[in-house]
């Protein structure tokens, strides 16, 4: 089984570009997760998704969009990139509902913006 | 906001050490779940352990043991006899059982010298 699968796994962008990162997991999983890790901050919560279609706000929403059309995949995007969004990326999957214990998390993808 | 606080922010031992990393988290849920995660240096995040709010019993798996105390709201890790593969960045983490969010701690790194 693939598990958590994040692309692209290293990306670098100019201020004021846009992209999307995708996440996909194979293990039909209700709840997925955008978080962004840094230095001395630990992991923070982007967005969240409980099911397909739907979406809400983490920890640190700001600056970034998501889309969960379809169940098994989770997209985050940067409309505009800045400096401030230069982090490490991790998506994460889990389904609380069925007694699944513990996140299952991607490889992470490294985002500088200069 | 409820916060996850690791006060450590880096541990530095002798293999074969005893070490303790230090978890406080504050909720006001009745039920929630706690985590730890290991990152090593690889950058990938690995699960260590959930416990359920309404179970306070310690665990123990191998080297690993830990401490849950309602009480001071701790759920505190130890690694008995550390090993120089314990070098990692190690995360405490709280779910609530509504949205099921996981809220990381800082981190904090340990490094096992030989």
């Known amino acids: 089984n693939a598990g958590v699968t994040q692309t692209p796994k290293f990306r670098v962008l100019k201020t004021g570009q846009s992209m999307t990162l995708l996440c996909a997991q194979d293990m039909n999983h209700e709840y997925m997760y955008w978080y962004r890790q840094d230095p001395g901050m630990g992991l923070r919560l982007i967005h969240y998704s409980v099911g397909e279609g739907t979406t809400a706000k983490g920890e640190v929403p700001d600056g970034y969009n998501v889309s969960r059309l379809k169940k098994q995949n989770f997209l985050l995007g940067l409309e505009s990139a800045a400096p401030s969004q230069t982090s490490v990326y991790f998506c994460?999957?889990?389904?609380?509902?069925?007694?699944?214990?513990?996140?299952?998390f991607g490889s992470g993808t490294q985002l500088s913006v200069l | 906001a409820q916060k996850v606080t690791q006060a450590q922010t880096e541990i530095s031992v002798v293999e074969k050490e005893d070490v303790t990393l230090d978890c406080v988290y504050e909720?006001?849920?009745?039920?929630?779940?706690l985590f730890w995660y290991k990152q090593p240096p690889s950058g990938e995040l690995v699960f260590l352990i959930r416990?359920?709010?309404?179970?306070?019993q310690n665990e123990i798996s191998g080297r690993y043991s830990w401490n849950f105390q309602k009480s001071t709201s701790s759920f505190n890790f130890t690694i008995t006899a550390s090993q120089v593969v314990d070098s990692a960045v190690y995360f405490c983490a709280r779910a609530m059982d509504s949205s099921y969010k996981l809220i990381f701690g800082s981190g904090t790194r340990l490094l096992v010298r030989p």
């Open positions: 416990r359920n709010s309404f179970d306070e």
């Open positions: 909720t006001r849920d009745t039920t929630y779940y």
């Open positions: 994460a999957s889990t389904d609380w509902d069925s007694g699944v214990e513990k996140l299952f």
